[in-house]
Structures are given as structure tokens and as C-alpha cells.
């Protein structure tokens, strides 16, 4: 069988890993930056912590905050969810999921029986004991002793997260990886736009006739089969920022490893790709495929651009 690509890429190993349990969050995985408003009687901090890497993870209650000095000393007690009598803590960790943001404020309180120390960083330590600083815009008064309410926590915010759309999305493939008699191809999603949007599922391809833009593309046998070969499962969420890729592998086997009856082989010239809810694209790509049952196979996309578990 001759098989022929249109489009180049990366090539990568084909490896298969069952799907991982979620993990408790880093935050040595985190980006982050603050913003500070006053109010009466004191400032307001809020933070907004980005996840950099894959898969998503759980954010733990656990997470200590504390202020520090532009030496980056510690000032006062850290504070956690457990220790903030105002705020619900949660059976078990809040899922950061498709949101790959959580947004944290901090209340300080100002009053005459106040002793204050100005705070230019706020540490962030998870539960494995890693600590990222988090550098203020500006000095923050933070009382350390007296009589008045010192600082506390708000609730965790976990923003939704902005989908991608079609138009934000070039679609390409990559080059192919055989193995054992079936070759894979990355079928790659980047984001073309200026904004970072969100991007998950399992994209359905249907093999079809046309080797040109412009071709008739009547389908040629079934769309490829949802097969669960990364560690993210069937497309857990993506983070996409701009120019970033994500991608799903589509493998096509060899039409000889079936029987005649079974098969009965046909060429394809194109591909259509379909996400849903965000977009169909037409794609070039030429080989041959069962009619009769499904000899083309897709996983759920992943970052990057190989296909496979990053």
C-alpha cells in the first residue's frame, strides 16, 4: 500500500499508557501575577496562577499563602484554607480541570492598633512543599500584631475557560510514524489567534476522495475508531496560547493485514476533520482504507505536536 503526505511535521514513538489519575497540583507548574486594590480599611490582593504544563491537576485546600518582605522574609503566620473560618473547604481538592487558572485573593486589615510591615511578595507553597513567590506591584501594609483582624482568604475562583473556535484553529498533519503495520499521523491543532484558548476532545476523520481544496471529497468507508492511546485518555483539555500546537494521532493500518471479505480496500485522497462543537477542516492526505469496517483509527488530542502523550 503506498501511502503519501501533503503536509509535513515531527515524527515520534508510538507508545501506549493507560490514563493517569489527576494529580495534586505543583506549584512549581504554575505562572503567576498579582494585582492590588484598596478598599476601606484595607487592600486587597489577588493573585491568578496559570498552569504551564499538562495534564491539569487538583488544586489542594491545603495551599499556604504567606506575605514576604522585598528580602523575602516571611511576615506573620502563612494562611490556608482550614485556618480561614469564611470560606468552605471542600471534602475533598477543587479540580482546576479545563480552567488551567485559579485566582486566589487575600484581605488585609488596616487600624490604629495596628502594627504593620510592608509585604512586596506573596509565597505560594502546595502540599509538595515547593514555593513559588508571587512579586506584588507594589508594597502592601500587612499587620503583624495589635488588636484589629489581620489578613484573611477568599474564596478560590477557578475562571472558565475560553474554547477555541474554528477560526483561531489551522489545522495540519504530521509526518508519519509506522509501527507495526499500522502508520500514525498527527492530525495538528494551532492556535492562529492572539488570545490562549482551551481545546479537548477526541476529533472525528473521515477518510474521503478529492486531492485538491476544491475536489469533490464523496467518503470513501467508515470514520476512524476512537482508540485510547495517551496517558490523557479520550482528549482531556489543552491549554493552547498563541502559536501553541496540540494534536490527536490518526493511524492507518495496513489494509493486508485483513481478509478480502472483510475489507474490501479503497483509496482516499483527503481527510475531514471535525471537532465538535468547534469546527470542521478538509485536510490532504492519500492511502487506502477498509469499506467495511473501520481500519483507520484516532486518539484524543494531546499537547504538542506528535500525537502522542507528552
Not at 502563612?78 to 471534602?91: C, E, K
Not at 509565597?123 to 489578613?151: D, Q, Y
Not at 494534536?247 to 478480502?260: K, R
Request: proline share 6%; glycine share 10%.
Amino acid at each position: 500500500m503506498l501511502i503519501s503526505l501533503f503536509v509535513g511535521g515531527l515524527a515520534s514513538e508510538t507508545t501506549v499508557a493507560s490514563a493517569a489519575a489527576v494529580p495534586t497540583c505543583n506549584v512549581l507548574r504554575f505562572g503567576a501575577s498579582s494585582s492590588v486594590s484598596t478598599r476601606p480599611g484595607g487592600t486587597t490582593v489577588r493573585l491568578v496562577m496559570t498552569s504551564r504544563y499538562f495534564p491539569t491537576c487538583d488544586w489542594s485546600y491545603g495551599t499556604k499563602y504567606q506575605f514576604f518582605t522585598s528580602a523575602k522574609s516571611a511576615i506573620g503566620s502563612p494562611l490556608d484554607f482550614r485556618s480561614s473560618p469564611t470560606v468552605a473547604v471542600p471534602v475533598s481538592p477543587w479540580p482546576v480541570n479545563d480552567t488551567f487558572q485559579v485566582v486566589q485573593s487575600i484581605t488585609t486589615e488596616e487600624g490604629v492598633r495596628c502594627t504593620q510591615k510592608s509585604a512586596a511578595f506573596v509565597g505560594v507553597t502546595g502540599p509538595h512543599g515547593a514555593r513559588i513567590l508571587i512579586r506584588l506591584p507594589g508594597s502592601v501594609g500587612v499587620c503583624v500584631s495589635g488588636a484589629t483582624k489581620w489578613s484573611s482568604l477568599q474564596a478560590v475562583v477557578f475562571p472558565k475557560p475560553t474554547v477555541c473556535t474554528a477560526s483561531a484553529l489551522r489545522v495540519s498533519m504530521g509526518r508519519a510514524n509506522g509501527a507495526a503495520g499500522t502508520i500514525y499521523y498527527p492530525v495538528v491543532f494551532t492556535n492562529v489567534s492572539a488570545k490562549a484558548c482551551q481545546l479537548a476532545g477526541v476529533p472525528t476523520v473521515q477518510p474521503t476522495t478529492g486531492a485538491t481544496s476544491g475536489a469533490l471529497h464523496a467518503l470513501v468507508g467508515p470514520t476512524a475508531a476512537v482508540r485510547n492511546e495517551s496517558s490523557s485518555g479520550y482528549g482531556d483539555a489543552v491549554r493552547l496560547v498563541p502559536k501553541a500546537q496540540a494534536s490527536a494521532a490518526y493511524g492507518v493500518a495496513e489494509t493486508g493485514n485483513f481478509t478480502p471479505s472483510q475489507c474490501v480496500a479503497a483509496n482516499f485522497k483527503s481527510l475531514e476533520v471535525t471537532l465538535g462543537g468547534v469546527g470542521s477542516w478538509w485536510v490532504a492526505l492519500a492511502g487506502s482504507t477498509c469499506t467495511l469496517l473501520a481500519s483507520t483509527s484516532v486518539t484524543g488530542v494531546v499537547p504538542g505536536s506528535s500525537g502522542l502523550t507528552p
